[in-house]
């Protein structure tokens, strides 16, 4: 399984997303983003804004990056904290 | 050198967390401190309350990297960063941040360059209630800028 976070404004267009999905070959941040664009294209027209960084296991990866079972997929908005 | 880093709901208190910074060895010298208060106006606009979110764990180790950042650049001998979560109101108390050193140039110059990171690197994300409506605030390219300088200077 891969647990989904989706953080600050990202986690308003996320309600109703399965907080996981099942690990499959080839998974990427990029694929787990096209998967979702059918039933939820608004998050995912949010999810493809320039400033969305991802992580992965709490660093920042790439679109492309590798995703392997147990992993944790976070989808981060730009920060506003201090 | 020390560092303490904190994520909480509570309040912190300022005149402890200097005394601690002071107190660390006797060749300090210098020990600057910020606080960061909820103010009452988003967008001229009143605030009822501030809620913040954040990412636990990646944002302890993003805190402590820019932590450690700061220990690579200046001659300090001890950093306390605090940020509050959960819901605010107006005038409360979010952020602190104390630097100790042996002399002031240091201290002043850690302590805004930990927070101008802050604001731009560790996974935290505030929303405002405004008349019963909520929103996440949008990100500042002031804050960029103010980080950007730091990389810079490099």
């Known amino acids: 399984m891969i647990k989904l976070l989706f953080f600050g404004r990202l986690g308003d267009f996320a309600e109703g997303v399965s907080a996981s999905i099942d690990a499959t070959e080839g998974l990427t941040p990029a694929t787990v983003r096209d998967a979702l664009a059918a039933d939820h294209p608004a998050l995912v027209a949010e999810l493809s804004q320039p400033q969305v960084l991802i992580s992965l296991n709490q660093m920042i990866v790439g679109w492309d990056q590798p995703i392997f079972d147990g992993a944790e997929l976070a989808f981060l908005p730009p920060v506003t904290g201090g | ?154």
Not at chain 2, 68 to 97: C, K, N
Not at chain 2, 100 to 109: C, G, K, V
């Open chain 2, 1 to 154: 050198m020390n560092s303490t880093i904190r994520i909480q709901n509570h309040d912190f208190d300022l005149g402890a967390e200097y005394q601690l910074l002071r107190q660390l060895e006797s060749a300090v010298g210098a020990v600057v401190t910020f606080a960061g208060l909820v103010r009452d106006l988003e967008k001229n606009t009143s605030i009822n309350s501030l809620t913040l979110q954040h990412y636990p764990g990646m944002t302890e180790s993003l805190l402590q990297e820019i932590v450690d950042q700061a220990e690579a650049r200046w001659d300090l001998i001890g950093i306390t960063v605090i940020h509050r979560v959960g819901e605010l109101l107006p005038s409360d108390q979010i952020v602190f941040v104390g630097v100790a050193s042996q002399h002031r140039a240091d201290a002043f110059e850690a302590a805004q360059f930990v927070m101008d990171y802050l604001k731009t690197k560790a996974t935290f994300w505030k929303k405002v209630d405004q008349n019963g409506q909520q929103h996440w605030i949008e990100s500042k390219d002031s804050d960029q800028t103010a980080s950007d300088r730091w990389s810079a200077d490099d």
